[in-house]
């Protein structure tokens, strides 16, 4: 338990539906994370937020829509995927933004696009 | 173009004896290093850390060696044990404007047997 929680663990879904991964940290954490993990890749950030401001957004396509309505809640709003967006979805808190601090992860979210 | 690299993509160790994990960066610019633990279905854990100013950090059975002059970090564990098996990543941290950036390796896949 990493005080990190993710929902749904594993979601299939289909290429013209809409669906949203939960994450919610009970660190007292103020950064947030959205991480991608394909295989034969590293692990990709996606967006960062600070605060509940968005801090970054690795040129992810419009597809994947993040939402932050406070320090401890992030979603993950998927609409309109393709096959290839199949991948573990990590998220993670730090105290604060960046690579000195330490990064908690959640279990991850396996997601299949059909 | 990977900026961390683990070159081994899997490794495999007697338990007992020690594991060697390396990885090699190419920006020079990096000045934190971390490692994190990574098992089957849970999310990466952090593990141990280094700054650019050391050569050098300890912490129980694991200690991570840099040497900046060669971009190279290794992680070793003594004496190995089988719950030691997982994938290990290896993740570098320097200023990118007013955020840090993470970048990560892609993993190696360290097996301890009994």
Known sequence: ETGVTQTPRHLVMGMTNKKSLKCEQHLGHNAMYWYKQSAKKPLELMFVYNFKEQTENNSVPSRFSPECPNSSHLFLHLHTLQPEDSALYLCASSHGQGGRNTIYFGEGSWLTVV | ?114
């Not at chain 2, 952090?46 to 992680?75: P, Q, W």
């Open chain 2, 1 to 114: 173009d990977q900026q961390v690299k683990q070159n081994s993509p899997s490794l495999s160790v007697q338990e007992g004896r020690i594991s060697i994990l390396n990885c090699d960066y190419t920006n020079s610019m990096f000045d934190y290093f971390l490692w994190y633990k990574k098992y089957p279905a849970e999310g990466p854990t952090f593990l141990i850390s280094i700054s650019s100013i050391k050569d050098k950090n300890e912490d129980g059975r694991f200690t991570v060696f840099l040497n900046k002059s060669a971009k190279h970090l290794s992680l070793h564990i003594v004496p190995s044990q089988p719950g030691d098996s997982a994938v290990y990543f290896c993740a570098a941290s320097l200023n990118a404007g007013n955020n840090r950036k993470l970048i990560w390796g892609l993993g190696t896949s360290l097996a301890v047997n009994p």
